[in-house]
Nanobody
Framework: QVQLRESGGGAVQAGASLRLNCVAT????????MAWFRQTPGKERELIAS???????EYSDSAKGRFTIARDRGKNTVILQANSLNIRDTGIYYC??????????????WGLGTQVTVTS
């Protein structure tokens, strides 16, 4: 079992930055990928950024150029640096951990989420 705990969300004005943190505990032997997802009302959970065990990083189109994902294995943490935030970035951000299910990943674990609210 893997436990994930997010932190770092908050309410900010458009143009500001936030640094979201995710700490993973438990048996992470089977984990091949860590990711951040965003949930907004009425929409499906959206993949924002992911980082694989091999170091492959992917971003959604909305995150490219503004968000940076980084994994610190020594500290069992995954960070999402979110810059130039806009209203459309508002939502609950979930840290998720998964394994390879070729050609994609299957996410087995997620945390309780952290709320990000961006106002104009």
């Amino acid at each position: 079992q893997v436990q994930l705990r997010e932190s770092g969300g908050g309410a900010v004005q458009a143009g500001a930055s936030l640094r979201l943190n995710c700490v993973a505990t438990g048996n992470q032997f089977s984990i091949n990928v860590m990711a951040w997802f965003r949930q907004t009302p009425g929409k499906e959970r959206e993949l924002i950024a992911s980082v694989s065990s091999g170091g492959t990083i992917e971003y959604s189109d909305s995150a490219k150029g503004r968000f940076t994902i980084a994994r610190d294995r020594g500290k069992n943490t995954v960070i999402l640096q979110a810059n130039s935030l806009n209203i459309r970035d508002t939502g609950i951000y979930y840290c998720e951990a998964g394994r390879i299910a070729f050609p994609n990943y299957l996410y087995d674990y997620w945390g309780l989420g952290t709320q990000v609210t961006v106002t104009s």
